[in-house]
Each structure stands twice: as C-alpha cells, then as structure tokens.
C-alpha cells in the first residue's frame, strides 16, 4: 500500500491554531512554499513593523505564550483567493479572541516575505506512523495538532524519516512526489517547546520533547543532520513547482545518490 496524505493544514496566523483544508488542500509554490501560511503575525514590540524575515522568538508563538494553540472558530471557507484571510478580517477577529496577549503589533505580509521558523519556502510533513509509535511507546494519547505540519501522511514505517534523511542542505538527493507536486525534503524538523503545548486547553503539558528525546535515544537514533539533536518529529520540503496538495494523494519517496546524478 502507498503512502497517503491524510490532512491538509494551513497556519494563516504564525503561532495560532492552523486551518484544517479537507476539501481545499494546499497550493504548494517554489517562492513561498504553501500559499497563506504564515502570512500573519503577532510582533511583540508594539511600536515596530517588520518588513523581512524575522526570528520566530520576536513573535508571540506557541513556545513562548500559553494559549496560542488553542482551538478557533475559522475553516477553510474563511479562505480568499490564495488561501489568504483578509487583513481588516484577522484584525477584528483578533479583537475579539481573548487567548492571545493584549499588546502585539499585527504584521501582514501578503506573501511578499516568509514568516515561517526558517526563512525558506518550505512545505512540513507529519509521518502519523511516528506519532503512534511515541504514543504506544509512553502509553498516552499526542494529538498529531501539537507539530502544527502542513501535510500528515500514513502508510510509512515509523520514523521512517530518519533513516532517508541523513544530510542537511542537499535537498536534490531527496526527492518526493506528492499527487502532482514534486518537492526536495531539505531537513528534518528539529522540535521545541511549541510542541509543549495542548491543543485543547492551551497548557504546557506531557513533556512531548523528552519523550521524543527518549524514545529516539531508545532506537539508537544519533541526531539530526543540521545540529545533531534527537528532538525531531516530521521533515521540510521544498517544493518544486506550484501545484496541489490533497487529501488521498500518494506520496512517493526517492533517494538519489550524488554518483548518480
């Protein structure tokens, strides 16, 4: 059985709860990687606005205010052209959302610049077979929300990733098709205490990085590839071209050796 993309998921607001896009899916592009993510950002100095690419520690986020995670009302029908909320919109709509801290500046950046943790274009994959198998390792229930990741496929062997991911910054060695979309994996993503948080009740909880910590420390596992920690969980793409992510879309991986080339 191939693997399958399971869900699809967009975070308009950096550090917010995503959107669930069931019948929209994703449009991945080259330049910016999943059209309406990240477009929208709580800056925590009130008197500046940026207009570039900043650190994810200078917004509010998940790992650094509690109640970030918690659940909204908007679907994947609040959704304009682009996959883009309007800014008037998220702006009275944050007005009246009381989980998020009072002083803030609203920064947009319409797509013209990332506001993703990495400043590159990239599209998140959520392997589900991994997320079971912490789960069955610790006993407890990890809703797969908590790595807030574009895409989650089943189908794979747990921890698959980290056996086909072995080096950093040579994303032309690992290829992937999913559906239409050709994309180059560039990196395992690296996790931090974002992933603490529940959400449901928007608490720091369950101790979700020692336990992947742990568990891959269990298999022998040695580190990531960029800075060698064993706190990982899903991978990041680059896409190739710009095209549609769905639910129910094979995901195909292939590993091309530089002798090859």
């Not at 908007?74 to 709509?93: A, C, K, N, P, R």
């Not at 690992?174 to 529940?198: F, H």
Request: charged residues 25%.
């Amino acid at each position: 059985m191939p693997a399958i993309v399971k869900s699809t998921w967009i975070y308009p607001i950096k550090g917010m709860h995503g959107i669930e896009t069931p019948n929209k899916g994703i449009r991945t592009d080259p330049e910016k990687g999943v059209l309406g993510d990240r477009i929208f950002g709580l800056y925590r100095k009130p008197t500046d606005t940026p207009t570039e690419w900043k650190p994810k520690g200078q917004f509010h986020v998940c790992m650094n205010q509690e109640g970030m995670a918690l659940p909204h009302n908007l679907t994947e029908h609040d959704l304009g052209e682009d996959y883009q909320l309007d800014t008037d919109f998220v702006s009275s709509w944050l007005m009246g959302n009381t989980n998020i801290p009072s002083s803030y500046t609203l920064t947009s950046s319409q797509g013209a610049w990332r506001m993703t943790d990495s400043n590159k274009p990239y599209v998140s994959f959520l392997n589900l077979a991994s997320v079971r198998n912490l789960e069955e390792y610790f006993g407890t229930t990890i809703d797969p929300r908590r790595f807030r990741m574009n895409v989650w496929v089943d189908g794979l062997e747990p921890w698959m990733e980290l056996d086909w991911i072995k080096h950093y910054g040579d994303p032309e060695r690992y290829l992937m098709r999913v559906g239409k979309s050709l994309l180059q994996a560039d990196d395992l993503c690296e996790r931090c205490r974002a992933i603490e948080q529940d959400p449901i009740t928007g608490q720091y909880n369950k101790g979700i990085l020692d336990m992947i910590s742990s568990r891959l420390q269990n298999l022998g596992y040695e580190g990531s590839p960029k800075n060698n920690v064993r706190t990982v969980m899903g991978w990041l793409a680059t896409p190739q071209d710009r095209e549609l992510i769905q639910v129910g879309d094979e995901l195909h991986l292939m590993t091309i050796e530089p002798s090859s080339r």
